[in-house]
């Protein structure tokens, strides 16, 4: 790594100063996104919405969060991440406020919809800055501090709404406020952000020198531009592995509750500070996971090792602890499970880094939304799948078994991704 001559500015960290803005966004992101799931028992009975609509109305986010998916990824190879995160964020955070005001089911839903569609484009665009902003020793320290805000957003999420809610006594106050929180972070977010470095008045010699070194080789005319053939193979395998992680991610994320009251007996109190400390041990595990990994790294592991025997470690370990969940009969020692299970699930949070490696910069932002759009798919597909299998059971123990499964094709879609030429 290149040193700085005697006497020269020490290197600035704008470039972490970026990524602390996409944490914050993507915590924002889910806490909007959980915020009507929080809400609804009000909402339900002040507009007197059947069962039926409820969940039609809370599911929707998801198809048109999928949807645009794609759409979202070219859009962020053609304009830039910069406009793409800022219209986002100003956008859903519009669609938040306007929730609050509608006076009707069909509103919420269009106001929902609304949502999903403008939040779609939020990761794979922080992704295009992992691959303009970070060296590759960087990457994974910046794939996981943009995807941990998830897991923070969900942990504190039901939390920050709920004491909205009781703040102002009404849902409708607590919706506005945070649609409003949420344009505020659109203007932080086209103020500071850049998607070339070297447009950034912040950035010094130094570290665009830095960035630049270690990042030109992907940028390069050898890497073969927009022109360079995907790797079919393994883009595949890692949107198979992405909606297999998503089905445990969101599986955690929406049944989870109802797994601890039905099938552990916790009471309200109980479910909500295991929720807390499951997604708390998330949020801990991805962070951890990377700068473990860059650790690994800076002491000569390959970069493409590195990732995929830790992704191939976490699947392994998840597989084992699901498997043995349902022969745990103390309910502390199934939460402290699922808090195991959770710590390493975000340790696939490094697969946020892998685009940057697969293809040139130029295409960052399309094979990201694609990885996005399958784990999306894994979102809309688990509620249902585990509808399912309760109905056809009636026990949770079927759904996690299940969960498992996912964990095995993780790990063999992982298999499957070929790193073996990144350096």
């Given at each position: 790594?290149p040193?700085?001559?005697?006497?020269?500015?020490?290197?600035t960290?704008?470039?972490?100063?970026?990524?602390?803005?996409?944490?914050?966004?993507?915590?924002i992101?889910?806490?909007d996104?959980i915020?009507?799931?929080?809400?609804?028992?009000?909402?339900?009975?002040?507009?007197n919405?059947?069962?039926d609509?409820?969940?039609?109305i809370?599911?929707?986010?998801?198809?048109?969060?999928?949807?645009?998916?794609?759409?979202?990824?070219?859009?962020?190879?053609?304009?830039?991440?910069?406009?793409v995160?800022?219209?986002?964020?100003?956008?859903?955070?519009?669609?938040?406020?306007?929730?609050?005001?509608?006076?009707?089911?069909?509103?919420?839903?269009?106001?929902?919809?609304?949502?999903?569609?403008?939040?779609?484009?939020?990761f794979?665009?922080?992704?295009?800055?992992?691959?303009?902003?970070?060296?590759?020793?960087?990457?994974?320290?910046?794939?996981?501090?943009?995807?941990?805000?998830s897991?923070?957003?969900?942990?504190?999420?039901?939390?920050?709404?709920?004491?909205?809610?009781?703040?102002f006594?009404?849902?409708?106050?607590?919706?506005?406020?945070?649609?409003?929180?949420t344009?505020?972070?659109?203007?932080?977010?086209w103020?500071?952000?850049?998607?070339?470095?070297?447009?950034?008045?912040?950035?010094?010699?130094?570290?665009?020198a830095h960035?630049?070194?270690?990042?030109?080789?992907?940028?390069?005319?050898?890497?073969?531009?927009?022109?360079?053939?995907?790797p079919?193979?393994?883009?595949?395998?890692?949107?198979?592995g992405?909606?297999?992680?998503?089905?445990?991610?969101?599986?955690l994320?929406?049944?989870?509750?109802?797994?601890l009251?039905?099938?552990?007996?916790?009471?309200?109190?109980?479910?909500?500070?295991?929720?807390?400390?499951?997604?708390?041990?998330?949020?801990?595990?991805?962070?951890?996971?990377?700068?473990?990994?860059?650790?690994?790294?800076?002491?000569?592991?390959?970069?493409?090792?590195?990732?995929?025997?830790?992704?191939?470690?976490?699947?392994?370990?998840?597989?084992?602890?699901?498997?043995?969940?349902?022969?745990?009969?103390?309910?502390?020692?199934?939460?402290?499970?699922?808090?195991?299970?959770?710590?390493?699930?975000?340790?696939?949070?490094?697969?946020?880094?892998?685009?940057?490696?697969?293809?040139?910069?130029?295409?960052?932002?399309?094979v990201?939304?694609s990885?996005?759009?399958?784990?999306?798919?894994?979102g809309?597909?688990?509620?249902?799948?585990?509808?399912l299998?309760?109905?056809?059971?009636?026990?949770?123990?079927?759904?996690?078994?299940?969960?498992?499964?996912?964990?095995?094709?993780?790990?063999?879609?992982?298999?499957?991704?070929?790193?073996?030429?990144?350096?």
């Amino acid at each position: 790594m290149p040193t700085s001559p005697p006497g020269a500015l020490p290197r600035t960290s704008v470039r972490w100063k970026i990524f602390c803005i996409i944490f914050l966004i993507t915590l924002i992101n889910l806490v909007d996104r959980i915020s009507l799931s929080i809400a609804m028992p009000t909402i339900s009975k002040e507009m007197n919405l059947s069962p039926d609509l409820e969940a039609f109305i809370v599911s929707r986010f998801y198809w048109s969060y999928t949807l645009l998916q794609l759409p979202g990824g070219w859009l962020i190879d053609k304009i830039g991440a910069r406009r793409v995160i800022s219209a986002a964020t100003l956008m859903w955070g519009g669609f938040q406020a306007l929730m609050g005001v509608v006076t009707g089911g069909l509103g919420i839903l269009l106001m929902r919809l609304g949502l999903g569609a403008a939040e779609a484009p939020l990761f794979p665009a922080g992704s295009k800055l992992n691959a303009s902003w970070l060296s590759k020793s960087e990457r994974a320290r910046g794939a996981v501090l943009m995807d941990a805000g998830s897991p923070f957003g969900a942990a504190i999420g039901g939390l920050v709404i709920a004491q909205l809610i009781l703040a102002f006594d009404s849902w409708r106050g607590a919706f506005v406020v945070a649609g409003l929180l949420t344009v505020a972070a659109s203007w932080l977010a086209w103020r500071y952000l850049r998607d070339d470095p070297a447009a950034h008045p912040g950035v010094n010699a130094a570290e665009l020198a830095h960035i630049r070194d270690e990042t030109q080789a992907a940028s390069s005319p050898q890497a073969g531009g927009d022109h360079a053939p995907l790797p079919g193979r393994s883009v595949a395998a890692m949107c198979i592995g992405r909606a297999s992680w998503a089905m445990i991610f969101f599986g955690l994320l929406t049944w989870g509750p109802s797994y601890l009251a039905q099938a552990r007996g916790l009471d309200l109190k109980g479910i909500g500070a295991s929720t807390f400390f499951i997604f708390l041990s998330a949020a801990i595990g991805s962070l951890t996971g990377g700068f473990l990994c860059d650790t690994l790294v800076a002491r000569s592991v390959q970069r493409g090792r590195a990732i995929k025997g830790m992704v191939l470690v976490s699947g392994v370990v998840m597989l084992l602890v699901l498997v043995a969940l349902p022969r745990i009969n103390d309910p502390m020692q199934a939460v402290a499970m699922l808090c195991a299970t959770a710590f390493f699930l975000m340790w696939g949070s490094l697969y946020w880094s892998l685009p940057s490696l697969l293809v040139p910069r130029q295409r960052v932002g399309l094979v990201g939304s694609s990885m996005n759009c399958a784990g999306s798919v894994g979102g809309v597909l688990i509620p249902i799948i585990t509808g399912l299998l309760l109905q056809a059971t009636g026990s949770f123990h079927a759904v996690i078994l299940f969960f498992g499964g996912c964990a095995l094709v993780y790990v063999i879609a992982t298999l499957f991704i070929g790193l073996n030429r990144t350096r």
